[in-house]
């Protein structure tokens, strides 16, 4: 290995170093809540070079943010502290410094810059991205007000801003949450930092802003050689981008390697675990997931044999006799910590360790629902009188049908109008034309009590499962509730069997019906509102985003759930979703949206194989796959220019005339209509194929 030799200065101090940039080492964090000890990082040990890109994956709760944060000295203290390890960094080890000491300070956003998760909270909403920006500049560089102000317009730029000169006095809530994440990095970069941390930088934007976000992050670590380390669940992103991978479990490291050497021959169960529970874009549509049973240990306690032994299906009597396994060397640059793990698996590769169990498709019959023109317009008014200005098109003539038993993907960036179609078909929201034929009755013009009637054969499952539960509701009477307003029990014991049968129908012990949300995971308390869902036998169900909020392993129970559920109730699904991955997998039909409108709506397979419009083949190009090895011979990332135009000034012809890649003269003339073009797949483009 070749060592190059890095100094770092603070506080007038040289300090030289033959090493890695960054190197870790027994990092120890621990919270101290009431009488409860959490130790949320537990002796982990990683580094990184300069010009590198890492990352470190698991499940939440798992130390990921924690170790960073730790890294940072930015654990709150209390309840926080970092009881043991070092963190070297450039020939340094930070934690002989104080949190609040003025090295630190010239570290933290100077030589190491850190990019959040949630980019509203993390920016200040009573300054201008343009003060804030400069004030990193003024602190760390000590330029005056003029150079930061060009120093941050220059920024802005780097990240993509648009009208970096305008829009640099602008204030965040002036922003998209892409555009936010974009601020965030140039913040990040403002200081020329040798480091940056992305803390699940990409988690709440689309997949078309997720991959202009990671590849700008790739281009700005090739330009500057910086170093990056991506923290993160998608296992997609890493095998897309990371060089080397480390994975985390229980405050741990337990495996670590190359990222081909992670993905083409996993050794720790985890690893594989996590593996099969994530669907593809190239694997067979009918494969069924397989998650990790049982729920990650608490650590609230010294784990001391293998923290992952009661989940693990390939354990051994050492796995729990003896100590924590230790990572140790099984050739190259790939460690693990399993007892288990002294010879390979059977087959290396992910996509064919199993015969995986294909899934039973539900039976079709007759249509349920059928969409005709559906609008709705939410007016925008000004002034004192409320004087209407404009309309906001969020859904404008839309078409389409459902099967009973069917479940049809609703694919698109945030604001494409997927959440107002569903809400119109559950008439939350009356639409101002077309027709919602349910069970062959239209159900758009029925007023408030006409719906009642009928409400109980609709449901919906929200994105939240925490925000959509009442918290002081009991989960057995959460799930109730629907029995009660709609009179569908007799008595209490009817009642009683009732809630405990849908408890059990989701995979839910009854005994656990006395509990409150705050009680239960984020994968139960999903299974909660699906039961609610369920509670009133609907024919149609409204799936919001269910999954998004959840780790790939809990996503993986809750959509075999689903499709369980489906093959024995009938039940029709409309499957609103940003990750093409899930939808392909849950889907019979998928529908794309932008701006308002159906652009392409074909069946899986067709869609998949052969996408028509150019914007389809920008979402699905933007999909990672989670293999190294088939992420290098796909094409490049089709990136889109710009962000989704507003609703209250849509583009005139083609919506997506002002993003797409072979948009024509025409294309901002004339409105391309829906129509069929080959064996019921719909296109919405008058270039369709023409790439």
Request: aromatic share 6%; charged share 20%.
């Amino acid at each position: 290995m070749v060592c190059v030799t890095r100094s770092i200065l603070v506080c007038g101090v040289r300090f030289k170093n033959m090493a890695h940039l960054l190197h870790v080492r027994n990092l120890t964090t621990q919270f101290k809540i009431d009488d409860c000890t959490i130790h949320a990082v537990d002796g982990v040990s990683y580094h990184i070079d300069a010009g590198e890109i890492v990352s470190i994956v698991g499940e939440s709760g798992c130390g990921k943010s924690a170790s960073q944060l730790s890294v940072l000295q930015l654990i709150p203290t209390p309840p926080g502290k970092i009881v043991g390890g070092e963190v070297v960094f450039d020939g340094v080890d930070l934690l002989k410094f104080k949190s609040d000491s003025s090295q630190m300070r010239a570290i933290r956003g100077g030589k190491i810059g850190m990019i959040f998760q949630e980019p509203m909270t993390s920016l200040n909403p009573v300054l201008t991205i343009g003060q804030q920006i400069i004030e990193s500049l003024v602190l760390h560089l000590k330029m005056d007000q003029g150079s930061a102000r060009s120093r941050a317009i220059e920024l802005l730029k780097l990240v993509g801003i648009p009208d970096a000169e305008q829009r640099i006095n602008h204030y965040p809530h002036q922003f998209s949450g892409g555009m936010r994440q974009r601020v965030m990095i140039a913040m990040a970069l403002c200081c020329n930092p040798q480091l940056l941390i992305a803390d699940e930088a990409t988690t709440a934007v689309d997949v078309t802003t997720q991959a202009q976000l990671l590849e700008l992050l790739r281009k700005t670590v090739q330009q500057f050689n910086l170093s990056l380390l991506i923290v993160t669940h998608n296992l997609g992103i890493v095998a897309r981008y990371a060089q080397r991978i480390y994975v985390m479990y229980a405050g741990r490291i337990v495996e670590s390697g190359t990222a081909k050497e992670i993905f083409g021959d996993p050794r720790h169960p985890y690893t594989l675990g996590l593996l099969k529970s994530v669907p593809r874009l190239d694997e067979p549509k009918g494969r069924q997931l397989i998650p990790i049973q049982g729920m990650p240990p608490s650590l609230t306690h010294q784990i001391t044999g293998c923290a992952f032994y009661p989940r693990c299906s390939r354990h051994v009597d050492a796995c729990q006799r003896d100590s924590m396994p230790v990572l140790e060397n099984i050739g190259g640059q790939h460690f693990v910590a399993c007892h288990s793990s002294v010879s390979p698996y059977d087959t290396p590769r992910i996509s064919r360790i199993d015969n995986l169990p294909v899934a039973t498709a539900a039976p079709r019959s007759k249509t349920l629902l059928e969409v005709r023109n559906l609008k709705m317009y939410f007016p925008m008014t000004k002034g004192v009188l409320r004087r209407k200005v404009a309309d906001l098109k969020a859904v404008d003539d839309v078409s389409f049908s459902l099967k009973r038993g069917e479940t049809l993907g609703l694919v698109g960036e945030s604001g494409c109008g997927k959440t107002t179609v569903g809400r119109c078909l559950l008439r939350l929201y009356r639409p101002i034309a077309g027709e919602i034929h349910f069970e062959g009755r239209d159900i758009a013009p029925l007023t408030k009590n006409q719906m009642r009637a009928i409400r109980h054969k609709m449901q919906l499952i929200f994105q939240d499962p925490y925000s959509s539960l009442d918290p002081r509701q009991s989960a057995g009477d959460i799930v109730g509730e629907p029995l009660k307003i709609h009179h569908l029990v007799k008595n209490k014991n009817e009642y009683r069997d009732r809630v405990a049968e849908l408890f059990q129908m989701v995979g839910l012990n009854p005994n656990l019906a006395d509990r409150v949300p705050h009680e239960f995971s984020g994968g139960q308390r999903q299974r909660i509102g699906i039961a609610r869902a369920l509670a009133t036998n609907p024919s149609f169900i409204v799936c919001d985003e269910p999954i998004s909020a959840l780790d790939v392993s809990i996503q993986a129970q809750i959509v075999n759930l689903l499709d369980e559920l489906q093959d024995r109730l009938g039940v029709a699904y409309l499957f609103i979703g940003h990750d093409l991955s899930v939808v392909r997998h849950i889907s019979d039909r998928v529908a794309v949206m932008y701006l308002g409108r159906i652009v392409e709506m074909t069946d899986c397979e067709s869609l998949y194989a052969n996408p028509l419009h150019p914007y389809t083949r920008a979402l699905l190009s933007a999909v990672p796959i989670p293999d190294p090895f088939v992420e290098e011979k796909r094409g490049q990332v089709i990136l889109l220019k710009g962000e989704v135009p507003s609703l209250l000034n849509p583009p005139t012809g083609c919506n997506f005339h002002q993003r797409c890649p072979i948009a024509t003269r025409e294309c901002s003339q004339a409105v391309p209509l829906l129509r069929n073009v080959n064996s019921n797949h719909h296109v919405a483009c008058i270039h369709m194929g023409e790439y």
